[in-house]
């Protein structure tokens, strides 16, 4: 099934400030989110940005928080996104069919959020390399729960480019450059 830009949401789950520094491999992971981020702004697809019971967690880190500052924040303190009405209805809102899901972690809040997703009649599309948790093993079993599940697993590059889809788009050379 391809991803069409046009039909996409983008949901980041809870990369904050006091959990990100326990997450495994967190700097490459910063960079991935970045660059993923950075190319949905390029293609306009609208975002959703969730945040884990900020009193205890904090913000959004800094490198990502300066791009989404703008797009609907909500706080939760349900794992899944969805299972806090005001942000499931926002989703629906939309009217998108794919809903891009990155953050952390992938076992917890991730995980949750895309069965969720599914469960709502949702086609989640989870950026395999803009997830992480602080035990690779919980990763990895989560990764194969959700594509068992149903969720469309992609990378950060592969879906820019899948959303960009031709290299006539007026964007290409600028996506191009964010994922060298």
Do not use: W
């Not at 500052?69 to 989703?91: G, M, N, Q, R, V």
């Not at 899901?101 to 803009?130: K, N, R, S, Y």
Request: hydrophobic fraction near 40%.
């Amino acid at each position: 099934m391809r991803i069409d830009v046009e039909q996409s949401l983008f949901c980041l789950v809870d990369v904050q400030e006091k959990l990100f520094p326990h997450i495994r491999e967190n700097e490459q992971l910063e960079k991935r989110l970045v660059t993923l981020i950075k190319g949905l702004k390029v293609l306009k697809v609208p975002f959703i940005v969730n945040e884990q019971y900020k009193k205890g967690i904090g913000e959004t880190i800094p490198s990502l928080r300066e791009f989404v500052e703008e797009d609907p924040h909500f706080e939760k303190t349900t794992f899944s996104c969805c299972k806090t009405e005001t942000t499931l209805e926002a989703i629906k809102a939309h009217n998108k069919k794919f809903v891009i899901v990155a953050g952390i972690e992938t076992h917890v809040c991730v995980l949750q959020t895309c069965i969720d997703l599914l469960e709502a009649g949702l086609q989640p599309v989870l950026v395999t390399d803009c997830v992480s948790s602080r035990k690779e093993h919980d990763t990895k079993v989560a990764l194969d729960r959700l594509i068992q599940a149903g969720v469309i697993p992609t990378t950060y590059e592969s879906l820019l480019f899948e959303l960009t889809v031709n290299a006539k788009n007026p964007v290409f050379k600028e996506i191009s450059s964010l994922v060298k």
